[in-house]
């Protein structure tokens, strides 16, 4: 039998995608190449934002009308995700061709629903009790060098604007001995990068162990394996300590780069979104960040238009950003989501108006993000390739660890590798590189 996924968010559901396909190996599924002949289709679900939740609606209504024309195969629909723990069996509701539900603490379900696909009926879940989250053994893509490694769920912060806590719940760390054994699975399979994962990746902690113990035990781990880089998303600024810090200036496993979260400049939203710092206790982290590792790079996550946002704490936001000098950023306007502290807030910013304060901000990045790629033309450093260009199937497209992209002549076998490169010049905000051949001396 075959399946065939579509996934939408964050990191988390691309691991936990990856997760479940392995349950479907396990059992002697394949993948299909595309929807139009499979036997199961599963949509994995966001409701971070309003418009990630329409897109995955409008594809349930696809699929529902097409397993309503008789000429077609039947097939098993499958919503998980976090609209799917939002919405539960409302969704059945309004698209009945839905077979089963299966919200991010469900997927102990997961053999259940495929049993019953197999036998060509529906999973029965009456009497069922409440499911409880668990993590997976292995996140790992079939064939791929690089691998997500979630070591938290959930998050405690209920920061006014973010549905994340009611669709997933509070935090729950992972044992440290799982993480271990998956680290070291990991390294088995050849791979080279690994991105620990979590909705507030630096809270974790689990038994005596919290964030700062767990890189270091990740760092002995990956030691002398063929995993040489480390990343983790999302840090949250209010918990990211001067240990942590210290264990990843030590450590050159991890990469020098950092997703940091800012949302904004001004301590007035900040508070009203719930964030646990202030503008200058941001600055502080950045700058104790870089004293201990000057070559690192940040990006970060701004939002534009929270109720009652003034246009002089909009400007608050540009000084602030121009202090930091982010290497790149997700920028977005407030998108209000219901069940949220924010949603019935006093205050809400017109749609044109957030629009036109988040061009604004999106003009002042880029200004940043080219000034900054400009200053690294000339350099050498190390990429990790990752594919074949899309543009060009004579060149390869790698990133460094910074999280730059840096596109050169070379051959197919490369992918998978780490290869030294010089950055010669700028397309857009890809750097085009040449391969330092291996014998030649790295440059002064």
Not at 62 to 77: D, E, V
Not at 295 to 300: F, K, V, Y
Not at 395 to 414: C, H, I, P
Request: net charge positive.
């Amino acid at each position: 039998m075959t399946y065939f996924f579509e996934t939408y968010g964050c990191q988390m559901n691309s691991a936990e995608s990856a997760a479940l396909e392995l349950v479907l190996a396990e059992r002697g599924w394949e993948k299909a190449a595309g929807p139009e002949t499979t036997d199961l289709v599963l949509l994995n679900t966001c409701s971070v934002r309003g418009t990630a939740e329409k897109r995955a609606l409008g594809r349930l209504a696809h699929y529902g009308a097409k397993k309503k024309r008789p000429a077609g195969k039947p097939f098993t629909l499958i919503v998980a995700g976090c609209m799917a723990s939002r919405l539960g069996e409302k969704l059945k509701e309004k698209f009945p061709a839905v077979d089963a539900v299966m919200g991010t603490d469900a997927r102990s379900r997961f053999p259940l629903i495929l049993e019953a696909a197999e036998r060509g009926e529906k999973a029965d879940f009456s009497g069922d009790e409440t499911p409880a989250f668990s993590f997976s053994a292995s996140h790992l893509e079939s064939g791929a060098f690089r691998s997500f490694v979630p070591i938290m769920h959930g998050c405690n912060n209920y920061c006014s604007y973010c549905v994340v806590p009611l669709v997933r719940g509070r935090e729950i760390s992972r044992s440290s001995y799982s993480i271990k054994a998956e680290l070291a699975l990991l390294a088995e399979k050849g791979v080279r990068e690994i991105t620990l994962l979590g909705q507030n990746v630096n809270s974790y902690r689990f038994e005596s162990t919290a964030f700062p113990g767990l890189l270091r035990l990740t760092a002995r781990a990956v030691e002398g394996t063929s995993i040489e880089w480390v990343r983790f998303l999302s840090a949250n600024p209010g918990d990211l300590s001067e240990e942590s810090i210290g264990v990843m200036a030590e450590n050159r496993c991890f990469c020098r780069h950092l997703h940091l979260p800012l949302q904004h400049g001004s301590n007035r939203v900040l508070g009203a979104m719930k964030r646990r710092y202030t503008a200058e206790s941001y600055l502080d982290l950045v700058e104790k960040l870089r004293r201990a590792m000057p070559d690192l790079s940040l990006s970060a996550d701004l939002m534009v238009g929270f109720p009652g946002e003034t246009e002089a704490e909009l400007a608050e936001l540009f000084a602030l950003m121009e202090k930091v000098r982010f290497s790149y950023a997700y920028m977005y306007y407030y998108n209000p989501r219901e069940g949220t502290a924010a949603w019935d807030m006093d205050g809400r910013i017109p749609e044109t108006v957030k629009k036109e304060r988040l061009a604004r901000v999106i003009v002042l990045q880029r200004k940043h993000t080219l000034q900054l790629l400009q200053a690294r033309v000339g350099k050498e450093d190390r990429v990790l390739v990752e594919s074949v260009s899309r543009k060009n199937a004579d060149e390869l497209l790698g990133r460094t660890e910074r999280d730059e992209m840096a596109v050169f002549a070379g051959e197919r076998g490369l992918i998978g590798n780490f290869e030294r490169v010089r950055l010669c010049s700028l397309n857009g905000i890809t750097f085009r590189a040449v391969r330092r051949p291996a014998a030649e001396p790295p440059a002064n």
